[in-house]
């Protein structure tokens, strides 16, 4: 996963890694943060590719439901659901249309809600 140049899984950017003008140093600073961040997520990711598709789904899915079927501490099991998601939604990120951003958000978003109102409820 290391830059954008010559990578076969990835197309490379318009007009290379950083632009000609502008701030190169944001740029690259940027771009090393990003590349530190996949090369840590690589071993995780390696793994999880190796599992049949529906297993990551299943095991998501069934911490949501544990998490609200389990009273008290419940909220954690969504919590850690949705730091799964938002470590995938991350990575994912720069090849996502906006519209498949928008809908992995709004999912993150809603399972923010439920951690809140489980965490923090009424009585």
């Given at each position: 996963?290391?830059?954008?140049?010559?990578?076969?899984?990835?197309?490379?950017?318009?007009?290379?890694?950083?632009?000609?003008?502008?701030?190169?140093?944001?740029?690259?600073?940027?771009?090393?943060?990003?590349?530190s961040?996949?090369?840590?997520?690589?071993p995780?990711?390696?793994?999880?590719?190796?599992?049949?598709?529906?297993?990551?789904?299943?095991?998501?899915?069934?911490?949501?439901?544990?998490?609200?079927?389990?009273?008290?501490?419940?909220?954690?099991?969504?919590?850690?659901?949705?730091?799964?998601?938002?470590?995938i939604?991350?990575?994912?990120?720069?090849?996502?249309t906006?519209?498949?951003?928008?809908?992995?958000?709004?999912?993150?978003?809603?399972?923010g809600a439920?951690?809140?109102?489980?965490?923090f409820?009424?009585?």
């Amino acid at each position: 996963m290391g830059g954008d140049l010559g990578s076969p899984n990835r197309p490379p950017r318009p007009g290379g890694p950083c632009p000609a003008r502008g701030r190169p140093v944001r740029c690259s600073l940027v771009s090393t943060l990003r590349e530190s961040f996949e090369r840590v997520s690589l071993p995780a990711l390696t793994r999880l590719s190796a599992l049949p598709r529906f297993v990551p789904f299943l095991l998501v899915l069934g911490l949501i439901v544990a998490g609200v079927f389990v009273p008290g501490w419940g909220w954690a099991l969504i919590l850690l659901a949705a730091l799964v998601l938002l470590w995938i939604l991350a990575l994912a990120w720069p090849r996502l249309t906006v519209p498949e951003r928008m809908m992995r958000v709004a999912v993150v978003a809603m399972l923010g809600a439920v951690i809140v109102t489980q965490a923090f409820p009424r009585t």
